[in-house]
């Protein structure tokens, strides 16, 4: 396998696990949401161009001179602007990339609205969901990283819980990793749900004490 440096580590093996799911798809529709340095802009152009799709890419800074095809329209625009899609005149996705703002409610707003306008067996991608290269320590120890990419990571959870025969969900820990949501119905997500959590209830707290009284002295 070819050596990879820090930020390719970080990108491509999570932009490439993105490409096997997307590369066969005739005519593909992407919509992304963040362009920043264009690396998965990149990606999905070249998707575009060998399967005669087209992408339209929005960001709040312009990135609009970063690529030059015609299969590309950028629109400057936060992604909460939903009167942006008057902009766009095909608005059946198969795919749609979130990668702007990482915070968990923005997030699921973004994804409860566009999810209206993904196809059938279409897929929506949630970049930085893997808090593990931020935890103390790792290789990119960040408090606040570590904490959003496991409330993201939560946030995920909580909506699969509630539509588990709506979508189907994986994730991948490359890099700082990407969710992948397949739409299996054509109907509305339901509102996200808590999910009960025994870990940290008294039984398993005195179950815990118990266990650590009861190891055998070395
Ligand atoms: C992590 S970068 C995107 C990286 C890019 N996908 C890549 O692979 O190189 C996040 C981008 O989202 C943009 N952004 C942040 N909040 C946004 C919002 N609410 N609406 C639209 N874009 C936003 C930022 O300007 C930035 O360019």
Not at 166 to 184: D, H, P
Request: some cysteine; aromatic content about 14%.
């Amino acid at each position: 396998m070819k050596h990879l440096n820090h930020v390719d580590f970080l990108y491509y093996p999570k932009l490439d696990y993105i490409k096997n799911f997307i590369s066969n798809i005739k005519n593909i529709n992407i919509l992304e949401f963040g362009v920043m340095h264009g690396r998965s802009t990149k990606m999905f152009l070249e998707v575009c161009d060998n399967m005669d799709g087209t992408l339209t890419s929005i960001d709040i800074n312009d990135h609009s001179d970063l690529f030059k095809n015609e299969r590309w329209k950028f629109i400057k625009s936060r992604d909460d602007n939903f009167e942006l899609m008057d902009q766009i005149k095909n608005k059946s996705f198969d795919v749609i990339y979130i990668d702007s703002l990482h915070e968990p409610n923005h997030i699921k707003k973004i994804l409860y609205f566009y999810y209206d306008f993904l196809k059938l067996n279409g897929r929506i991608f949630i970049d930085d969901i893997n808090w593990l290269p931020y935890v103390k320590n790792s290789f990119k120890d960040n408090e606040y990283s570590e904490l959003i990419n496991r409330k993201t990571f939560s946030k995920i959870i909580e909506i699969y819980y509630a539509n588990l025969e709506n979508i189907q969900l994986e994730f991948n820990f490359n890099g700082t990793g990407n969710a992948n949501i397949l739409k299996l119905k054509d109907k509305k997500l339901n509102e996200a749900k808590k999910i009960e959590n025994r870990l940290f209830g008294l039984r398993n707290i005195i179950r815990n004490i118990l266990l650590i009284k009861r190891k055998p002295k070395m």
